[in-house]
């Protein structure tokens, strides 16, 4: 067995990555405190607009909500600290300030805050901080000595915008590649996925929040700081979607989830069975390199895989499907995705749970993953200690016509993994 | 409006002549501009039905009224309003009822914007003075379209004319100015050195949240018919209460209605009632099947359906209180009820309303081993129980209901379709699938 390179395999991904997390922490550390000990060595430029984008940014943190499926936890706040990066006029009239004031006046008005937040146990997480504070050290480290040497004065107002647009898009870029690296450096997710989900999710809140950076610092340019609070309209407009979309979005994963336990209460399968092949169905799906729409699909089929077995008069004994006839496995299936269909939830969904039994070079990669996940979990159940690797090895023999050897080996990395972490910390 | 009344039209032709006035006077200003912006909102409204976005493009139309004067603002809406796809028939007739309602209305916000100096305070970007008329032509627009808005309601389908208006003006006010302030960011910054190019960036902000709320409303219609898919579960095992619990949740909100509960709350309750069965899943489809008389052991397991049910819906928070109505439906009011024999007030009160209206379903639809009794009998039958078995006001809520309403129960259970989303500003929600 292949047990004793994967383990090594995985420690030194660790250990590379806790390093990784260490020079962006410490590089972000050092910054702020530069950046900090400069502004206070020579005063602050311009008191007033620094005063105001200080307090929008505040704001925009106070408003921050956090939750396991936000993006962009404080948009109106990082606009904010962008437009600030980038401003050159206010009313017509050229500022001064240069990027250490940036930095400094973006982490003091986000410690201010995030105050609340912090009582309330919720504060930003140490990423999201370092993150930002890079961030806007980088569009601010771009922009401004550039611009108070006078570089862009003789372009035009169109091009000038345009730059704008681009120095944030390209700002935007880079603190996607941050965030994947981060998230790839806690969690040890495979790094391609999590950049490609990054990158689509700019797509969403985050274009609105660089356009809004753009805009915001052009209309102060023209209109003066009046423009703040006229121009933060829109993007609080469009975080208010964002969150009521998350916020009936959950409420249907626990409606899904509901569902799912019903053929539990009925006593067709035992207690926590979907919840468990859901849970590992998705880890398994990401060290596979699934992106998070497939993700999504495959967590509410393996929730919604036994619900086929409703259908029956009389339960299966103790709902382990994975041991009947082939025949009876396809029925209960098409049964299910019967049920699925009427749910409402994407198609895709009722394909999955309909093609769980079939043989696995026919099946879709989620689909395949649900089937092994949901043998794995019956035969580990209640055979004790010695469960898992018993219930890997029939699936290993399995794996010629039942069972993707591919999504197996996952599996394995996924358990072993999960015994390292739980040494770890246990 | 499926026949259109001569008079609809009538008034139709009215406002589109009305337009046509408001285009008329021939303007050497800009042709430029207006013809930019109105490719802009006719493109705007393309992509916004291809992709089924959420939204109007009012900002550009609002853009268009603080930059230009009032009749070039007003050709800026009509080839996106003449080209815009509609679902419904007479599809012509729509497509000019809409272009001419939005060209008098731009005409008047720009009629009055220009009147109180608003295109100088634009080109001179002189905030905060450049939101007064801006807020003038804002309410001057939602007003207008209100007033026609209401005016087609009153005649095509005979709503009374001053409810229609007054709901129409006040729903669509606050969405119309937010609207209205990306309108006047974008005709600052067209005005300004930078140009169109930074008046577009303007509208990104406002399409991601549009292209969201699309979403929001794609994942509440998902969930309405997850809901039903619970339902339709038991129903499954269940066969002859079909409807049952579409009907118990109908009579549980008609009750809370009654009872002066405000709209979330009577929504949580009609949740109860389509839920409070959903436990028996739980029982042995054999058991639910039995045609002759239970014995004391399997009376025992049925009665197990409450706790069942509410260990399945306990995990999903927004039913709320419709989670004690699910495990004390059952309860009566002298305590003899199951599971806990609460007594009184120990009930919780969605529990006792779904109580009323799950017994007089029972007693009105026809079940294997006996007829449907007629309404005013079960009436009389809830009447002469409430007090021991249900509470009192709750049974005199719903008498009082049904004289009001009657009692018409749409039996929606053998239906899988998704109900459509609440229509929007301009109906253009309603325009799905």
């Known amino acids: 067995m292949s047990g004793g390179q994967e383990t090594g395999a995985v420690s030194k991904t660790s250990r590379r990555c806790s390093w990784l997390q260490v020079l962006v922490h410490s590089s972000a550390a050092l910054l702020a405190l530069g950046s900090l000990t400069c502004t206070l060595w020579t005063g602050l430029e311009e008191p007033g607009t620094a005063l105001a984008f200080g307090v929008l940014v505040a704001v925009g943190e106070l408003n921050r909500r956090s939750g396991p499926h936000v993006r962009e936890a404080a948009p109106l706040g990082a606009a904010g600290a962008l437009s600030y990066a980038l401003l050159g006029e206010n009313a017509g009239a050229p500022t001064h300030h240069g990027a250490v004031q940036v930095v400094t006046i973006v982490l003091a008005a986000s410690l201010v805050g995030s105050v609340p937040h912090v009582g309330r146990g919720q504060g930003p997480t140490a990423d999201q901080q370092a993150r930002r504070m890079l961030t806007v050290g980088f569009a601010a480290v771009c922009f401004q000595p550039l611009y108070n040497q006078g570089t862009f004065a003789h372009w035009g107002g169109p091009a000038y915008a345009l730059l704008l647009l681009a120095l944030l898009s390209l700002t935007a870029l880079c603190d996607a590649v941050l965030a994947a690296a981060l998230a790839h450096s806690r969690t040890r997710w495979p790094f391609a996925p999590l950049l490609r989900d990054e990158l689509r999710a700019l797509l969403g809140i985050g274009s609105a929040v660089v356009a809004t950076g753009a805009v915001m610092a052009l209309a102060v340019a023209v209109a003066g700081l009046w423009a703040l609070p006229v121009f933060s309209v829109p993007l609080l407009l469009t975080q208010l979607a964002v969150r009521r979309y998350a916020a009936v979005r959950a409420t249907n994963r626990q409606t899904i989830a509901s569902l799912a336990r019903a053929t539990e209460i009925a006593g067709y399968t035992p207690a926590g069975h979907a919840r468990r092949v859901a849970a590992l169905s998705r880890e398994v799906g990401r060290d596979l390199g699934l992106t998070r729409p497939e993700l999504a699909v495959l967590e509410y089929a393996a929730l919604m895989h036994d619900i086929g077995q409703l259908s029956l008069v009389d339960p299966v004994p103790a709902g382990a499907t994975a041991d009947l006839p082939v025949a009876e496995q396809r029925r209960i299936a098409l049964l299910g995705g019967a049920v699925v269909r009427q749910t409402g939830v994407d198609a895709a969904v009722a394909v999955v749970v309909e093609r769980q039994a079939d043989p696995c070079r026919e099946q879709p990669t989620a689909a395949r993953i649900v089937r092994a996940v949901n043998a794995y979990e019956e035969k580990a159940r209640d055979a004790g200690p010695g469960g898992p690797l018993t219930a890997l090895e029939e699936l290993r023999l399995g794996t010629a016509g039942d069972y993707a050897p591919e999504v197996v080996e996952a599996l394995a990395r996924v358990l072993s993994r999960d015994c390292l972490t739980s040494a770890v910390t246990g | ?433």
């Not at chain 2, 916000?109 to 109180?116: I, K, M």
């Not at chain 2, 032509?137 to 208006?165: E, K, Q, T």
């Not at chain 2, 969405?175 to 005709?187: D, E, K, N, R, S």
């Not at chain 2, 006792?352 to 029972?362: E, K």
Request: hydrophobic share 50%; net charge positive; with cysteine.
């Open chain 2, 1 to 433: 409006m499926e026949a259109v009344p001569a008079r609809a039209r009538a008034y139709i032709a009215c406002v589109a002549a009305a337009a046509l006035l408001c285009l008329l006077p021939a303007v050497r200003a800009s042709w430029w501009e207006a013809a930019l912006l109105a490719a802009l909102y006719a493109g705007c409204e393309r992509a916004a039905a291809r992709w089924r976005f959420a939204g109007t493009f009012h900002p550009v139309l609002l853009a268009g009224a603080f930059l230009l004067p009032p009749p070039a603002a007003a050709l800026v809406a009509l080839p996106g309003a003449l080209l815009s796809p509609v679902e419904q028939r007479p599809r012509w007739l729509r497509r000019v009822w809409r272009a001419a309602q939005l060209a008098v209305g731009v005409w008047a916000a720009s009629r009055v914007h220009g009147a109180l100096g608003g295109r100088d305070a634009v080109v001179a970007s002189d905030f905060p003075y450049a939101l007064v008329p801006a807020g003038a032509a804002v309410l001057v627009f939602c007003l207008v379209l209100s007033l026609l808005d209401g005016g087609i309601l009153a005649l095509a389908d005979r709503i009374p004319v001053r409810r229609a208006w007054r709901g129409l003006f006040l729903h669509s006010l606050a969405p119309v100015a937010v609207h209205g302030l990306a309108g006047l960011m974008m005709a600052v910054l067209w005005r300004s050195p930078y140009g169109p190019v930074a008046a577009l960036l303007v509208l990104l902000p406002m399409c991601v949240s549009w292209w969201v709320f699309a979403q929001y409303h794609r994942e509440r219609a998902a969930h309405q018919a997850t809901i039903r898919a619970l339902v339709q579960a038991v129903d499954i095992k269940d066969e002859y209460t079909r409807g049952h619990s579409e009907r118990v949740g109908q009579a549980s909100m008609m009750i809370a209605r009654e009872l002066g509960m405000d709209d979330s709350r009577t929504e949580v309750l009609r949740f109860a009632g389509i839920l409070h069965d959903v436990g028996k899943l739980g029982v042995p489809t054999r058991l639910l099947r039995k045609d002759g008389p239970l014995t004391p052991e399997e009376r025992r397991v049925i009665e197990l359906h409450p706790e069942y049910g509410h260990e399945m819906v306990r995990g999903i928070s927004f039913l709320g209180e419709a989670r004690a109505a699910v495990l004390h439906h059952h309860e009566r009011l002298d305590g003899s009820g199951y599971p806990y024999g609460l007594m009184g007030t120990q009930i919780p009160e969605s529990a006792r309303v779904v109580a009323v209206a799950d017994a007089f379903d029972a007693m009105t639809s026809t079940r294997s081993y006996r007829r449907a009794r007629p309404v005013g009998a079960a009436l009389a039958e809830l009447e002469r129980c409430a007090g021991s078995q249900f509470d009192p006001r709750m049974v005199t809520a719903l008498v009082r209901a049904l004289s009001r309403h009657g009692w018409h129960p749409a039996v929606t259970a053998d239906e899988t379709d998704v109900p459509p989303p609440r229509p929007g500003v301009a109906g253009r929600l309603g325009a799905r699938r």
